[in-house]
């Protein structure tokens, strides 16, 4: 299995450019996060989904987009790129409810950096 | 709401020193606890997690055990290695109703370890 993947690795963008960003996941799971991850802040959740077709805010989702067409998907797009959006971000997916243990643990991609000049 | 304080590093150490990162937390429900970590140009890993009172989670070396008493989670290693040089994060998941399992996480602690 490759777990989480996330496509591209690394974007430039110029402000008012919009964008992309793509989230797969191959362990059958319900539940997908989006979060952007700033020096000295953590991890910040963006939006998250509890299932195909469904989309919910999260701490920080202004300015973003989400889709979750299919299970094995998320995407995040960025309409408007501003520089307040140069970041790292970090998709994740967890078993949900259709899981029985560890139905809580998230499991991580790889991050894509975002420059956004 | 929900809040995870982990003590700011950076945390340097020599190999083999013992190590304690302090995590403390506020939640409204019961939540599970997590710590995570993330190498340098990687995503973040769960280390170990735990998921009720004065349960110990454990791996690679490291333990965190969960203290409903003081609502604290401090991870511990031992005798650490060059190679556990990285961000560590700690993170809580609120199980109360409608929580969806989202993760808040703290700030993360950088740790660096010499030989």
């Known amino acids: 299995n490759a777990g989480v993947t996330q496509t591209p690795k690394f974007r430039v963008l110029k402000t008012g450019q919009s964008m992309t960003l793509l989230c797969a996941q191959d362990?059958?799971?319900?539940?997908m996060y989006w979060y952007r991850q700033d020096p000295g802040m953590g991890l910040r959740l963006i939006h998250y989904?509890?299932?195909?077709?469904?989309?919910a805010k999260g701490e920080v989702p202004d300015g973003y987009n989400v889709s979750r067409l299919k299970k094995q998907n998320f995407l995040l797009g960025l309409e408007s790129a501003a520089p307040s959006q140069t970041s790292v971000y970090f998709c994740?997916?967890?078993?949900?409810?259709?899981?029985?243990?560890?139905?809580?643990?998230?499991?991580f991609g790889p991050g894509t950096r975002l420059l956004v000049l | 709401g929900d809040s995870v304080t982990q003590m700011e590093g950076p945390v340097t150490l020599s190999e083999e020193a013992f190590l304690t990162i302090n995590c403390t937390y506020t939640?409204?429900?019961?939540?599970?606890l997590f710590w995570y970590v993330q190498y340098p140009g990687e995503g973040l890993q769960l280390l170990l997690k735990?998921?009720?009172?004065?349960d110990k989670g454990s791996n690679k070396g490291f333990e965190a055990t969960y203290r409903k008493e003081t609502t604290s989670f401090h991870l511990e290693k031992g005798s650490v290695q060059v190679s556990d040089s990285a961000v560590y994060f700690c993170?809580?998941?609120?199980?109360?109703?409608?929580?969806?399992?989202?993760?808040?996480f703290g700030k993360g602690t950088l740790l660096t370890v010499n030989p």
């Open positions: 993170a809580l998941s609120d199980r109360s109703g409608g929580s969806n399992y989202k993760l808040t």
């Open positions: 994740a997916s967890s078993p949900g409810t259709s899981g029985n243990l560890g139905r809580e643990t998230q499991y």
């Open positions: 939640a409204t429900g019961y939540p599970s």
């Open positions: 989904s509890v299932g195909e077709g469904t989309t």
């Open positions: 735990a998921t009720k009172a004065d």
């Open positions: 362990m059958n799971h319900e539940y």
